[in-house]
C-alpha cells in the first residue's frame, strides 16, 4: 500500500512538472495598482479557489458567480475569508476560461489558472498559461491583423524565443505590458495568428546555443539599433546589430511633439532617457529613439522618425519582406544576424 502512494504521488509530481515545462506566468493588469480584483466563471465549467485552509466554488450557472479579492496589510480578502494567497482554476487543477476586473476600470478574459498574491499593499495578479496560447496571444496583440503569413510567423518566433530566455520579474515571469511583451485576451487571437503560431511550434531563436531574449520594435526609421547605439552596454548575451531597412526607408514616418521651451531635452538614441521622459510626457510624446531636438521662440520641437526602440525584429520591414517574397527564416535571420532557429529544450 505505502508503495502504491509513493508511485501515485510520483505520477502527480510529474503531470505537474510536465505541465509547468510548457507554461509561463504573467502577471496581468499590474498597471492599475490594484487593491480589489473580481474573478468570475466564463462558460459552463466552475471555478474553484483555495486559499489557506478554506475554498470558495464559483459555477457561472448556478449558486455563487464572482469572488472579489481585497487587500487587507498582508492579507487578501475573499468574503469572510482571509489567506495571504489565492489559487484559482478547475475542480481538477487544470486551466480555467475566467474574466478578471479591476471594478470601474477595466476587465479581461483568460484561459489559465489565476494565483493572487499581495506585494506591497496591492494585489498581484497572476495568470499561469499555456505557452503557445501566450505567444498566439502576444502576436495577435503585437501585429497588425493584417500582417502577411510569413511575417506573423516571424514574430511567433521572436516572441517564443523572449518567453524561452529567461524571467524578468521576481515575483512571476514576465508582464503584460510592453515592459515585457503587450499581451490582451485570448479572445483577441484572430485565426491568422493562431496559425502562425502552428507553424512555427517550438521554435526559438537562439545564440551560442541558448534562446535570446529577442527585441523587435514596430518602425525602425530605415536601421535598426546596436546596444551601443541606444547607450546600453552589451552583455553576454545578444549583442544585437545594426542593419538597414528598406522597408522604413521607402516609407517614412514622422511625428512631431511640441512641448514647453523650457523642459529639458533627452538625447536622441538613448533608451533610458527616452523611457525617462516617457513616463514623464507620456508615450505619445516619444514614441521612438530616433529624433532631433529643436527649438523655436515658443516650444522645445522633438521631430521623430522611428517607432519604438529599433532594437532587433522591425515589424514594419518584416512585413515588407514578406511581401517581397521572403519567408519567416531569411527575415529572422536578417534581423537577427549570427543567430540560429532551432527547437525549444
Excluded at 13 to 27: K, P, Y
Excluded at 47 to 66: A, C, K, M
Excluded at 156 to 179: I, P
Aim: charged letters at 20%; one cysteine or more; glycine letters at 10%.
Amino acid at each position: 500500500m505505502r508503495r502504491l502512494l509513493i508511485l501515485v504521488c510520483m505520477c502527480f509530481a510529474l503531470i505537474s512538472v510536465c505541465r509547468g515545462q510548457g507554461e509561463v506566468r504573467v502577471g496581468v493588469l499590474g498597471l492599475f495598482h490594484a487593491k480589489e480584483f473580481v474573478l468570475e466563471p466564463v462558460g459552463r465549467r466552475a471555478v474553484s479557489i483555495q486559499g489557506r485552509g478554506d475554498g470558495v466554488l464559483l459555477n457561472g450557472e448556478h449558486g455563487r458567480r464572482s469572488a472579489a479579492f481585497r487587500v487587507q496589510g498582508n492579507s487578501i480578502l475573499l468574503g469572510g475569508l482571509s489567506s495571504p494567497s489565492w489559487r484559482a482554476g478547475a475542480r481538477d487543477g487544470s486551466a480555467i476560461r475566467f474574466r478578471l476586473s479591476v471594478p470601474g476600470r477595466i476587465h479581461r478574459v483568460y484561459e489559465g489558472r489565476l494565483e493572487m498574491e499581495v506585494h506591497h499593499g496591492e494585489l498581484t495578479a497572476i495568470v499561469i498559461m499555456d505557452r503557445e496560447l501566450a505567444v498566439a496571444t502576444i502576436v495577435a496583440s503585437e501585429m497588425p491583423q493584417d500582417a502577411p503569413p510569413e511575417a506573423l510567423k516571424a514574430q511567433a518566433v521572436a516572441v517564443r524565443s523572449f518567453l524561452a530566455a529567461g524571467r524578468r520579474h521576481a515575483a512571476f515571469e514576465f508582464c503584460d505590458t510592453t515592459h515585457c511583451q503587450f499581451l490582451r485576451s485570448p479572445d483577441d487571437v484572430n485565426s491568422r495568428a493562431r496559425d502562425a503560431v502552428k507553424a512555427t511550434e517550438g521554435l526559438t531563436l537562439a545564440y551560442r546555443g541558448a534562446p535570446l531574449a529577442a527585441m523587435y520594435s514596430s518602425r525602425c526609421g530605415g536601421q535598426t539599433r546596436s546596444l551601443g547605439d541606444l547607450g546600453m552596454q552589451a552583455g553576454v548575451g545578444y549583442p544585437y546589430y545594426a542593419v538597414a531597412c528598406r522597408w522604413c526607408r521607402e516609407h517614412p514616418v514622422q511625428w512631431q511633439t511640441r512641448l514647453n521651451p523650457a523642459a529639458r531635452a533627452p538625447q536622441p538614441h538613448d533608451e533610458s532617457q527616452r523611457i525617462q521622459k516617457a513616463r514623464q510626457w507620456g508615450w505619445s510624446a516619444l514614441p521612438g529613439s530616433a529624433f532631433e531636438v529643436k527649438r523655436d521662440s515658443e516650444s522645445l520641437v522633438i521631430e521623430g522618425h522611428s517607432i519604438g526602440h529599433g532594437l532587433g525584429l522591425c515589424q514594419f520591414g518584416a512585413m515588407g519582406m514578406a511581401t517581397g517574397g521572403s519567408d519567416f527564416r531569411a527575415i529572422l535571420a536578417y534581423y537577427y544576424p549570427n543567430s540560429e532557429i532551432q527547437p525549444l529544450r
